[in-house]
């Protein structure tokens, strides 16, 4: 898997370069404004989502170019998403990245518009990018594909579960796991399918194996964000450690104990790869990223 890991790096850098390229430059009205996207993009992260995009694009054929539209809108709209559960309302959180939040370097009120700003450029990007695939139908579907998955059947309803659920101790499995396919589990989703429509000729039993594939993973990362949570550390998570106990958050540990929520993982890790069997050493990078997010230490 070395090819793969080299790829995965190239991805990253690719992404960091693409969202750079689009977002608005630091010293253009207005500039504070700017200036908080910019933080919030690229002050940090492991461009997951956009990793993803370009995997799942390249494994079924598409081209680079086509898919950095797409790994950006995800990105934007992650990185809104994260400017907004950091707020004091939301999770009110200090450390993003081993950084300040949003909220903390520039005051909340800048901080919630740079989050509302973001959201449009995701769209933005995917309906204007020049490279992406033309078909005005298939580009249609991918913003549709996006907007349900940062709405109120994607990431938002998934954080308004989650605020519901606070203090509750009699969560099911199945109850907390819904609530992180809304949350965690929509917008790697999306990025999967992102990439996959960027190649318009994708078999529909191809297209079924990446959705399970991203469903898959999509648990397995909170599931991991969940024991990090318990067992990491602060310095290298880049974000305050046992937030979610602090708040008396429903979590996998919590429910299944340290040992179950990894156990439970790793099912699902198993059960991505299997989706991916047919794909052959095309896949490998989308492989690679499984096994990151089952295993990574922050």
Request: a negative charge.
């Amino acid at each position: 898997m070395a090819m793969a890991a080299e790829r995965i790096g190239h991805y990253q850098s690719r992404a960091d370069q693409a969202l750079d390229q689009r977002l608005p430059a630091a010293d253009l009205h207005p500039s504070d404004l700017h200036q908080a996207m910019r933080y919030a993009v690229l002050g940090g992260g492991k461009r997951i989502r956009p990793m993803l995009v370009y995997s799942a694009g390249v494994a079924v054929g598409a081209a680079l170019e086509s898919l950095d539209g797409p790994a950006c809108a995800v990105e934007f709209i992650h990185a809104y998403s994260l400017i907004h559960d950091d707020l004091p309302a939301m999770d009110n959180d200090d450390l993003r990245h081993g950084r300040p939040t949003c909220h903390k370097a520039f005051g909340e009120a800048l901080a919630i518009l740079a989050g509302d700003a973001l959201q449009a450029l995701a769209f933005q990007v995917l309906g204007q990018d020049p490279a992406m695939v033309p078909d005005p139908a298939i580009r249609a579907r991918m913003l549709g594909m996006l907007a349900q998955a940062a709405g109120s059947r994607g990431l938002v309803g998934g954080q308004a579960i989650d605020l519901a659920a606070v203090g509750r101790d009699d969560l099911t499995l199945a109850e907390l796991e819904n609530m992180h396919i809304h949350k965690t589990g929509a917008l790697i989703r999306a990025s999967v399918l992102l990439g996959a429509f960027s190649q318009p000729r994708v078999e529909p039993a191809v297209l079924e194996r990446l959705d399970r594939y991203a469903k898959c993973i999509g648990l397995a990362f909170q599931i991991r964000d969940d024991i990090l949570d318990v067992v990491g550390d602060t310095a290298t998570l880049g974000k305050t450690q046992g937030a979610d106990r602090a708040l008396n958050k429903p979590t996998y540990p919590a429910l299944l104990g340290l040992d179950g929520a990894r156990a439970h993982a790793r099912a699902l890790w198993q059960d991505a790869l299997a989706s991916l069997d047919p794909l052959g050493s095309d896949a490998d990078p989308l492989r690679w990223l499984a096994a990151y997010i089952v295993e990574r230490a922050y």
